[in-house]
């Protein structure tokens, strides 16, 4: 790591900047804009949900076996759907005590709750959708806190995810197609401590 400072280690993500450091402390070190912090959050977001659906929720469902199932706790020999591991991972990364948020959304949501939150959510689904390839921002209060705010697109990577939400009872929208904007990933991080 020759020409390298550690700047921070949380959990298994480290960060760090070419050149070297004045202070231990890193007070004096440049910071990381949110846009880039969330740029950084997403992509791992992104590829543990492909990779997820990819190789594991498709893979069985090819080869016949556990198949995904929204009811996937009660049902033996089920795995939980791809958004639902999104929402897991996101819930059990909140019990370590983080305030970075995210979520999915969408503007033809199967469940209720993953309907936008506000106006604001609506017009960044609307954006992203119109360009998936550019996250929109905006910053944002939540229960007093001020959180930078990223919405980035959600595409149906498989034929698993066009299948399930074309076939869905409960879907609003019944004609995806594959690499179609589904929706969106909000991510949310806090700009204090």
Same mark, same amino acid.
């Given at each position: 790591?020759?020409? &390298? /400072?550690?700047?921070? !280690?949380?959990?298994?993500?480290?960060?760090?900047?070419? $050149?070297? @450091?004045?202070? #231990?402390?890193?007070?004096?070190?440049?910071?990381?804009?949110?846009?880039?912090?969330?740029?950084?959050?997403?992509?791992?977001?992104?590829?543990? &949900? /492909?990779?997820?659906? !990819?190789?594991?929720?498709?893979?069985?469902?090819?080869? $016949?076996? @556990?198949?995904? #199932?929204?009811?996937?706790?009660?049902?033996?020999?089920?795995?939980?759907?791809?958004?639902?591991?999104?929402?897991?991972?996101?819930?059990?990364?909140?019990?370590?005590?983080?305030?970075?948020?995210?979520?999915?959304?969408?503007?033809?949501?199967?469940?209720?709750?993953?309907?936008?939150?506000?106006?604001?959510?609506?017009?960044?689904?609307?954006?992203?959708?119109?360009?998936?390839?550019?996250?929109?921002?905006?910053?944002?209060?939540?229960?007093?806190?001020?959180?930078?705010?990223?919405?980035?697109?959600?595409?149906?990577?498989?034929?698993?995810?066009?299948?399930?939400?074309?076939?869905?009872?409960?879907?609003?929208?019944?004609?995806?197609?594959?690499?179609?904007?589904?929706?969106?990933?909000?991510?949310?991080?806090?700009?204090?401590?």
């Amino acid at each position: 790591m020759m020409g &390298r /400072t550690v700047l921070a !280690v949380t959990g298994t993500l480290v960060l760090c900047l070419s $050149g070297s @450091a004045s202070s #231990a402390t890193g007070s004096d070190l440049p910071g990381i804009p949110p846009e880039t912090v969330a740029d950084y959050i997403h992509a791992v977001i992104e590829a543990d &949900r /492909t990779f997820y659906t !990819v190789h594991v929720v498709e893979r069985m469902q090819k080869q $016949g076996g @556990a198949p995904a #199932a929204e009811n996937w706790r009660a049902q033996k020999k089920t795995l939980p759907l791809p958004a639902q591991f999104l929402m897991e991972a996101s819930d059990l990364a909140a019990k370590t005590g983080t305030k970075v948020r995210y979520r999915l959304i969408s503007l033809w949501p199967i469940n209720p709750n993953n309907a936008p939150d506000d106006e604001l959510e609506k017009k960044g689904l609307e954006a992203v959708r119109q360009q998936p390839e550019q996250s929109t921002t905006a910053t944002v209060k939540i229960d007093g806190q001020t959180y930078f705010q990223a919405i980035y697109a959600d595409r149906a990577v498989t034929q698993a995810c066009v299948g399930c939400h074309n076939a869905h009872p409960h879907s609003p929208k019944k004609d995806f197609k594959l690499n179609d904007v589904m929706g969106g990933l909000v991510i949310e991080i806090p700009l204090s401590k």
